[in-house]
């Protein structure tokens, strides 16, 4: 079992940057692959982008290509999200997620939140126009 730990959220303005992080618990996490989704008020929570065990594997929503890079680290235990040329619509709380149920690969739809085993609480990241 691994507990995921959210942290970088904050109040940018439009064109800024973050980056999120992802800590992890648990000796394992090197071979889960990790999300992270969003959700906005009063809207479902979407994909943003995965990355497979080592990292030699990521996968992004359109929103997120050219502005958004997963990274990891896994001497760290921890999985980043680093936001650039951020957007109002950016706004809401992101979540990690995990799941070692694809042998540390990403789910065949990554897309879906029910291929994630594991979430964390979240980091609210708001954008000011």
């Known amino acids: 079992q691994v507990q995921l730990v959210e942290s970088g959220g904050g109040l940018v303005q439009a064109g800024g940057s973050l980056r999120l992080s992802c800590a992890a618990s648990?000796?394992?996490?090197?071979?889960?692959?990790t999300a992270w989704f969003c959700q906005a008020p009063g809207k479902e929570r979407e994909f943003v982008a995965v990355i497979s065990w080592s990292g030699g594997s990521t996968y992004y929503a359109d929103s997120a290509k050219g502005r958004f890079t997963i990274s990891r680290d896994n001497a760290k235990n921890t999985v980043y999200l680093q936001m650039n040329s951020l957007k109002p619509e950016d706004t809401a709380v992101y979540y990690c997620?995990?799941?070692?149920?694809?042998?540390?690969?990403?789910?065949?739809?990554?897309?879906?939140?029910?291929?994630?085993?594991?979430w964390g609480q979240g980091t609210q990241v708001t954008v000011s126009s």
């Open positions: 997620a995990a799941t070692r149920s694809y042998y540390g690969r990403s789910p065949p739809t990554p897309w879906s939140s029910s291929g994630y085993d594991y």
């Open positions: 648990g000796r394992t996490f090197s071979s889960y692959a």
